[in-house]
Every structure is written in structure tokens, then in C-alpha cells.
């Protein structure tokens, strides 16, 4: 049974980087046909996918938040990591981090994380 848990600071400050783990057990995050995806939810509000990195280590990413996401991996480590750039408090919310066969995952199929509440405020 696969385990993910989400890991980073729980405040950071505007305009600042966002950084988070998402630590990967019983399972690679290399395994065929696998999308690692990463999700928030701000408060109030539905989740919202933010990108994934695929089995092959290809990345995609949602439109809106391109230009300031970056999603990696450390094969070494089993390791999935999120980049946030130049956040703000909009960009407060539960981070969670994901697995499915599809790059959108889905919360009947996939297998998430617990979540990490992430608040931006100076």
C-alpha cells in the first residue's frame, strides 16, 4: 500500500518560495504509468490542481499557475517536490500531494496525503 506524506513550513512570507516534500513509501515514484500530482485547497474553497511529474519525469502544469510552479523529484529519495514562487496570501491553503493513473487524480482512485496547511502572511 502506497503512503505519501507532505512535508514543509507551515508560514511563509509574501513573495517568498514556497518549498514542500511529498515522501513517497511503498511504492516508486518511477513505477509505470504513475502521475504524482500536487493539490490545494484554500480555504472556502474547491480543490485545485496544481501539476504533476509522470512516471517518466515528464512535468505538466495548470495554466494559471505556470510561470510560478516548478514540481521535481529525487529518484534517490522517492522523493516529490513542490515550488511556489512569489506567493500570497491567496496562495494559503492545504497542499496535498497525490498518486493516480491520470494526471488529475481523483479522490475515489488515487492515493493522497494527508495535507499540510501552508499560510501566507507576513
Known amino acids: 500500500q502506497v503512503q505519501l506524506q507532505e512535508s514543509g513550513p507551515g508560514l511563509v512570507r509574501p513573495s517568498q518560495t514556497l518549498s514542500l516534500t511529498c515522501t513517497v513509501s511503498?511504492?516508486?515514484?518511477?513505477?509505470?504509468?504513475?502521475?504524482w500530482s500536487w493539490i490545494r485547497q484554500p480555504p472556502g474553497k474547491e480543490l485545485e490542481w496544481m501539476g504533476a511529474?509522470?512516471?517518466?519525469?515528464?512535468?505538466y502544469y495548470r495554466t494559471s499557475l505556470k510561470s510560478r510552479t516548478s514540481i521535481s523529484r529525487d529518484t534517490s529519495k522517492n522523493q516529490i517536490t513542490l515550488q511556489l514562487r512569489s506567493v500570497t496570501p491567496e496562495d494559503t491553503a492545504v497542499y496535498y500531494c497525490?498518486?493516480?493513473?491520470?494526471?488529475?487524480?481523483?479522490?475515489?482512485?488515487?492515493?493522497w496525503g494527508q495535507g499540510t496547511q501552508v499560510t501566507v502572511s507576513s
Open positions: 497525490a498518486r493516480d493513473r491520470s494526471r488529475v487524480p481523483d479522490r475515489a482512485t488515487g492515493s
Open positions: 511529474i509522470g512516471y517518466s519525469g515528464s512535468t
Open positions: 511503498g511504492g516508486s515514484i518511477t513505477a509505470n504509468y504513475y502521475y
